[in-house]
């Protein structure tokens, strides 16, 4: 079992920035990658940047590359999400998602990033 716990949302202007985080507790060194999606409302949840635990290979969503930075610190067990130039149509719930090398996947429960004036 792993456990995710996010923090850092909140509200920010357009073109802002914030840091998301992401914890990870239970049986960390079965996890192979973390990943950030979001759900913003009325859309489908959608994957925007996964991150590999051992090598640290990163992935992003279209819409926000060069914009948004994932990362991680193995030694706690923290994924991270850098984001710059925040736009509104950002808005939405973001989650952290630890799939494990035998393709389990856990979730976390979200937390809410909003970009308003």
């Known amino acids: 079992q792993v456990q995710l716990v996010e923090s850092g949302g909140g509200v920010v202007q357009p073109g802002g920035s914030l840091r998301i985080s992401c914890a990870a507790s239970g049986y960390t060194k079965n996890i192979y990658t973390m990943s950030w999606y979001r759900r913003a409302p009325g859309k489908e949840r959608e994957l925007v940047a996964t991150i590999t635990r051992a090598g640290g290979m990163t992935t992003y969503e279209d819409s926000v590359k060069g914009r948004f930075t994932i990362s991680r610190d193995n030694d706690q067990n923290t994924v991270y999400l850098q984001m710059n130039s925040l736009k509104p149509e950002d808005t939405a719930v973001y989650y952290c998602?630890?799939?494990?090398?035998?393709?389990?996947?856990?979730w976390g429960q979200g937390t809410q990033v909003t970009v308003s004036s």
């Open positions: 998602k630890a799939r494990t090398y035998m393709a389990l996947d856990y």
